[in-house]
Each structure stands twice: as structure tokens, then as C-alpha cells.
């Protein structure tokens, strides 16, 4: 066996054994949340929604003037801003790790999938030419006996040829 097919043996096995393992446990809360807030931050929805609540913010401070409760420089507002994405940003990033470590797992089995496709193919391609290598051979002997009758039915002494 050559370190080829045993790699590719090797891989095939630990596939199995993964195929027969049971599956993986649903996410942890904090896996939902983080993806559900990754999804509800990253829509249009909620782009459209800040942004219309922005608008009113500065409006409503800007129409009632100084005695509003955030005045021009809309300090209160840039706080709450600061803070929604020092808190939205790491959120984003859990759920972006997961995820990632989610397509490593569909990737190495991609590959794994792909690697007995390629060992099954290659033992098919040994298959076909094992069948070639044998008809080649019925063929020579065929070709070999029809040679010999022809050379004993052209000989001079041959039976029937005078």
C-alpha cells in the first residue's frame, strides 16, 4: 500500500467514525443571541429603523432649542451611539467566529468527501485497467492461435493445399 492510499484510508476512516459519532449538540443561548443579534444588525430593517430614529432625535432636539434634552452638539446621542457599537461590535464578532468555525467543519468534509471520490475513482480506473490488461491478453492469445492455424494452413505439406 503505497502512503497515498493509506492517507487516503486513514481519512476515510476518521470520516466514519465522525458519520457514526452523535450529532453535535444545538448552540449555547449566548450562540443564538449572538447570531440573532448579529442578523438583526446586519438588515435593512434595522438600518432603516436607527436611521429614522436618528432623524427624529436630531430634529425634535434641533426644533425645541436650547431647553431640548440633548441640545446641538447631541452629546447624549453620540454616548448612545458609542455604546451601541462597543457592545454590538464584539456581539458581531462571536457570531463571525461560530460561523467560521462552522464552514471549517463543512470544508473538512468537503475535503474528506472529496477524498474517497478520488479513491473510489482511482480504484475504478485500477478496475478498468485491470479489464484492459485482461482483454489485451484473451486478445493476444486469440490473435497468436489464428496466426498458428494460418501458418499450418499455408504450409507446403499442409492437407488439402496441392
Not at 1 to 27: E, F
Not at 57 to 75: H, Q, R
Amino acid at each position: 500500500m503505497t502512503a497515498q492510499q493509506d492517507h487516503v484510508a486513514r481519512t476515510v476512516a476518521r470520516a466514519r467514525q465522525r458519520r457514526r459519532a452523535k450529532p453535535s449538540d444545538p448552540p449555547a443561548l449566548g450562540a443564538r443571541l449572538s447570531d440573532g443579534v448579529a442578523a438583526l444588525v446586519g438588515s435593512w430593517r434595522f438600518i432603516l429603523v436607527q436611521s429614522v430614529l436618528l432623524v427624529s432625535w436630531i430634529v425634535g432636539n434641533a426644533i425645541i432649542g436650547g431647553s431640548a434634552w440633548d441640545p446641538y452638539p447631541f452629546i447624549l446621542l453620540n454616548l448612545m451611539l458609542s455604546f451601541q457599537a462597543a457592545y454590538t461590535a464584539p456581539i458581531i464578532m462571536m457570531s463571525q467566529n461560530r460561523q467560521s468555525e462552522v464552514d471549517r467543519r463543512r470544508a473538512l468534509a468537503d475535503y474528506q468527501v472529496n477524498l474517497r471520490a478520488e479513491a473510489d475513482i482511482t480504484l475504478l480506473h485500477q478496475k478498468i485497467d485491470l479489464l484492459r490488461e485482461q482483454q489485451m491478453l484473451e486478445l493476444t492469445t486469440m490473435l497468436r492461435e489464428a496466426l498458428r492455424r494460418i501458418d499450418r494452413l499455408e504450409a507446403p505439406d499442409a492437407p488439402g493445399l496441392t
